[in-house]
């Protein structure tokens, strides 16, 4: 059964950049994608952008243009999350997704465990 | 930009069924999924494709499908299934992933 492993909490200065990684084990990695999501404390889900490893094609809501970047390693089915520009308001637990299982649609099917990003002086 | 809209919260007792609407423009070409959070956990898929549900997520769960809007049912709601809910779809185009604002269902 294919596992999303996240890396840990980071606290982070105004201004500074944070990168999250999402590791997959136990599947394959290439062939689905990768999205991410992130919760502010008490607040809804928020989708950020996703990476297709195998086209290596990134998609950004609109929101996020120019202050995040995914990317993803094959080599060693990880994917990563480059917020920069942070301010306080992104203070959140950030969240790798699997969508694209064969019959699901664009399903999220599989999460990460979540990493929480604090941003504060 | 695109947006999925549903009630902030929803009340029921046990054993009674709860309606959880979502509604947004590009539901008729964009399939809907829900997903159902606990305090402090990751989401969980809970239906996929309007109304498919995932193997392990009890039968009292469903979903369905009407214009604009879609529709999570929780037939017979138990104490467990007090969590938020959120729908989620994409734009027009199908690139673009949104979610809902969640609904928290509260079981009284």
């Known amino acids: 059964q294919v596992q999303l492993v996240q890396s840990g909490a980071e606290v982070k200065k105004p201004g500074s950049s944070v990168k999250v990684s999402c590791k997959a084990s136990?599947?394959?990695?290439?062939?689905?994608?990768i999205s991410w999501v992130r919760q502010a404390p008490g607040q809804g889900l928020e989708w950020m952008g996703r990476i297709i490893p195998i086209l290596g094609i990134a998609n950004y809501a609109q929101k996020f243009q120019g202050r995040v970047t995914i990317t993803a390693d094959k080599s060693t089915s990880t994917a990563y999350m480059e917020l920069s520009s942070l301010r306080s308001e992104d203070t959140a637990v950030y969240y790798c997704?699997?969508?694209?299982?064969?019959?699901?649609?664009?399903?999220?099917?599989?999460w990460g465990q979540g990493t929480m990003v604090t941003v504060s002086s | 930009s695109y947006e999925l809209t549903q009630p902030p919260s929803v009340s029921v007792s046990p054993g009674q069924t709860a309606r959880i609407t979502c509604s947004g423009d590009a539901l008729p070409k964009q399939y809907a999924y829900w997903y159902q959070q606990k305090p402090g956990q990751a989401p969980v898929l809970v239906i996929y494709?309007?109304?498919e549900r995932p193997s392990g997520i009890p039968e009292r769960f469903s979903g369905s499908s009407s214009g604009t809007t879609v529709t999570l049912t929780i037939s017979g709601v138990q104490a467990e299934d007090e969590a938020d809910y959120y729908c989620?779809?994409?734009?027009?185009?199908?690139?673009?992933?949104?979610f809902g604002g969640g609904t928290k269902l509260t079981v009284l």
């Open positions: 989620q779809s994409a734009d027009s185009s199908g690139t673009y992933k949104v």
């Open positions: 494709k309007d109304s």
């Open positions: 136990g599947g394959t990695f290439s062939s689905y994608a």
């Open positions: 997704a699997r969508a694209g299982r064969a019959g699901t649609g664009d399903a999220f099917d599989i």
